[in-house]
């Protein structure tokens, strides 16, 4: 690591206030092609593009590319308790999980608001 980046870290922790949780995912630099690739066993249930159309599916396009590594990352260390994604995360490299969240991140989402009544 360098100086530069040590700096980097000291200061994305002053501006989050949580800096240990996002200083790896900034400087990871996730590849949304390797996502895409990687993203086939996500598409049963969250869809092919993040989309999920199942309702107990959260949707994953469009959410922010840190969220998503955070909420993997949490999977997998337990500290995120769900039988099922437990499961799918358990396996992933962080390499894996960066380039699922600079995929999914990257794709448009089709959540709305509607005009009040
Ligand atoms: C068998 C269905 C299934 C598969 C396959 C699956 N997931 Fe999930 N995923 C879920 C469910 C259900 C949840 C909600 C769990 C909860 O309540 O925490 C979820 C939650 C998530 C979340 C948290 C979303 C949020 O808004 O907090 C992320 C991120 C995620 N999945 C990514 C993935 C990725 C990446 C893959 C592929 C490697 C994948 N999932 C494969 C069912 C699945």
Redesign the pocket.
């Known amino acids: 690591m360098t100086i530069k980046n040590i700096k980097f870290n000291v200061a994305a922790a002053g501006v989050f206030l949580a800096g240990s949780l996002f200083s790896g995912a900034a400087l990871a630099g996730g590849d949304a092609e390797a996502g895409k690739a ?2 086939a ?2 598409a ?3 869809g092919a593009d993040g989309n999920s159309t199942i309702p ?5 396009a469009g ?1 922010y590319e840190s ?2 590594v955070h ?2 990352k949490a ?1 997998r260390s337990g500290d ?1 308790q ?1 039988a ?2 437990s499961g ?2 358990a396996g ?1 490299s962080d390499q894996q999980i960066a380039d ?1 969240a600079a995929y ?1 991140s990257s794709q448009e989402s089709d959540l709305q608001t509607v005009e009040p009544k």
Do not use: V
């Open positions: 990687a993203s066993t996500c049963a249930c969250h107990t599916n959260p949707k994953l959410q969220y998503l909420a993997l999977y995120r769900n099922i994604m799918f995360a992933l699922l999914f």
